[in-house]
């Protein structure tokens, strides 16, 4: 009956929504809602935007703002599983119990917000039954990741129009929704995610490291600063600027010491991916690079290292009921890492997983998948992201923007995935004169689940299940190293492929 429950630590949202003001410079930003993104990924400007913009966005969907979205929308709950067990090779779920526990039947309880008791006794009295994917339409009555959504959005989106604009109205508002959302003490958010995704139902209501994903915004909010930094923005001052970096500061040691930052930190799959974004953009934020670098390191030294494997699958997001979607998700998370190394002048781009893959072929294995019933573009500004990192020497990127998104020349995601803004990358680093980038694997069908490369190294299990023999990838979903053992090629079927 119920994916993701969120709540979190803070006090009502602010109290009114940015409106973007585009403007009618000489870029001819014409901007419309379906091209303003709900979720970015981007870097932090090491000076002020002009024409080359120094940061990308990315639109995905899934557990963030489409994920808002689709609560708003969604009419009716779904209902109970009548069992709990997954297809092969898939994740499995722990099975619910079939009644409640603290009065009331499954019939009481279905729909979610029952209608034979008030929601604040469904929310106490039902258990809710975790389903791979889904959203319970009752998570459109907390403001907690719609608010962090949008305030993180609106923030970044009224910067940039400020500086493209030449105008401080916009910078205001944005300077204003930080105080109320973040630094007010009336209705400012503490600097924790206590209660991210907490479940409800009989018994403790607590969060879990799986709601540290819903502040991934705060990567906006960090290039937004900068942003402000950097053009000497008025709105801004430097009492604001200490407020706001002490927050960052107290956020940055809640991850690094809670029980649920350091699981989320060390989670092997996107989780940790985002949760890696979140450390480093802070104390980039804080001018910490530092330990900005150390978290971006540690991240690629471990779990990055089992993420892709040797074709270019990504085994933890794979075996989800939603794989397209979330080889995307995790390939905005794993791109942005590497964008913020990019600004400290590292270069993570060219980083290899164990199976000696690199993110590019993480980009390019999802590209031959067909997405079935899920959304094609929840990988379109990943491409330009990837084109703009590595270069697009026989246009294969292009083609496919222009084939599924023509209108992708004024999307906001190509309006920021400029490879100006790289310095590290291998389309624009020190070694890219005079070399072009190619395929990283030959052409293959689209229609196989299988991987299409043969593993060059022994199968070891990946690092996560060092201690453990399932892993936890999100709210009661938990895989086994068996599970994942096909799609990293190691079974006599996917060496025939």
């Given amino acids: 009956m119920i ?12 109290r009114k929504r940015a409106v973007l003001v585009a403007p009618g410079d000489a870029l001819q930003l014409n901007l419309s809602q379906r091209d303003i993104p709900d979720v970015t990924s981007i870097t932090l400007p090491t000076g002020v935007p002009d024409t080359q913009p ?10 963030s703002a489409a994920a808002a979205e689709n609560a708003r929308n969604t009419q009716k709950a779904q209902p109970n599983p009548k069992t709990t067990s997954a297809p092969k090779g898939q994740a499995t779920h722990q099975a619910p119990p079939s009644k409640t526990t603290a009065g009331g039947s499954d019939s009481d309880c279905t729909p979610s917000p029952s209608k034979s008791m008030p929601p604040s006794a469904t929310w106490t009295t039902c258990n809710y039954v975790t389903k791979d994917g889904q959203l319970n ?22 910067v940039v129009a400020s500086v493209l604009a030449g105008t401080s109205d916009t910078a205001q508002t944005a300077v204003q929704f930080m105080q109320d959302f973040f630094l007010d003490d009336k209705t400012g958010m503490h600097p924790r995610v206590a209660y991210g995704q907490v479940i409800r139902g009989p018994g403790q209501q607590v969060g879990e490291f799986l709601g540290v994903i819903d502040l991934r915004g705060m990567v906006k909010i960090a290039n937004a600063i900068q942003i402000m930094r950097a053009a000497g923005t008025s709105a801004w001052t430097s009492t604001l600027d200490a407020q706001m970096v002490a927050w960052t500061q107290q956020y940055v040691k809640w991850l690094q010491s809670s029980s649920i930052g ?3 930190l060390s989670a ?24 900005a670098a150390a978290a971006l390191n540690a991240y690629f030294k471990k779990q990055f290292q089992d993420q892709i494997a040797a074709s270019g699958e990504q085994p933890f997001e794979a075996v989800r009921t939603r794989p397209y979607h979330y080889r995307c998700f995790n390939l905005e998370a794993m791109i942005t890492n590497a964008k913020l190394g990019d600004q400290l002048g590292l270069n993570f781009w060219t980083a290899k997983s164990k199976h000696g893959a690199t993110i590019k072929d993480a980009l390019d294995f999802t590209l031959r998948q067909n997405p079935g019933k899920e959304d094609v573009s929840d990988i379109f500004p990943h491409v330009a992201a990837i084109a703009a990192a590595y270069g697009d020497a026989d246009g294969k990127y292009a083609a496919f923007l222009k084939r599924a998104d023509d209108s992708y020349l004024t999307a906001s995601y190509y309006y920021y995935d400029q490879a100006a803004a790289l310095t590290q990358a291998p389309s624009t680093g020190p070694k890219a004169k005079g070399k072009s980038v190619t395929d990283s694997l030959a ?6 689940g299988l991987p299409f490369a043969t593993p060059t190294i022994p199968w070891a299990c990946p690092a996560a299940f060092a201690t453990t023999t399932q892993v936890q990838l999100d709210d009661s979903v938990y895989v086994t190293c068996d599970e994942l053992k096909h799609l990293y090629g190691y079974t006599d079927k996917a060496k025939n492929v």
């Fill in 268 to 291: 092997p799959n996107n989780h940790g991916s985002f949760a890696t974004n979140q450390l480093a953009a802070m104390n980039i934020l804080d001018q910490n690079h530092d330990d």
């Fill in 137 to 158: 339409p009752d998570v459109r009555l907390l403001n907690g990741v719609i608010a962090i959504v949008d305030v993180t959005q609106s923030v970044l989106w009224n």
């Fill in 54 to 63: 120094s940061s990308t966005s990315d639109n995905v969907a899934g557990g």
């Fill in 262 to 264: 350091q699981t989320a």
């Fill in 443 to 448: 052409p293959t069908p689209t229609n196989s």
């Fill in 3 to 14: 994916r993701r429950v969120r709540r979190f630590a803070h006090a009502p949202a602010p």
